[in-house]
């Protein structure tokens, strides 16, 4: 019976129509092709132009890239304070440019627990840590 349908659908389609090429002078177009190209100009770079100038002075945001900052978290399993600055408090430091990590395995009894490294010096924080304090914890 399905060889018999796979049979009469093979039997009742039609093939696709033929399509006639277009029947079109093509005559000189190669030459008519190549006047328009070379009748073409040029236009100078302006933004190649703009890379090569080179700013005096640097900007503070260029000494705010290259200060080095980093917090490494102390953290506990089931910790909820841990949890809430994971979740509050992390993309506000990542987003100005610090390198978050964490640390599960350590001796500390209270946590979250910091340390921070800003511009070579090291800094420790007991508890939770929010962003806003952060200039005063790194004085």
Known sequence: ???GLFTLLFLLSENPPKIDPIDM???GLIEVVASVKDSLTVQPDHIAEANKMV????SPSDRH???RREIIIFTRPNCPPCDRWKR????????DGWTVAYCSEHNFGLTPHFSIEKNGRQYDHKGYLPFGKIDEVTR
Not at 55 to 58: E, N, S, V
Not at 89 to 94: S, Y
């Open 1 to 3: 019976m399905v060889l």
């Open 55 to 58: 700013d005096p002075q640097p």
């Open 25 to 27: 002078p093509v005559d």
């Open 88 to 95: 509050c408090e992390q993309a506000k430091f990542e987003s």
């Open 65 to 67: 890239e290259k200060a």
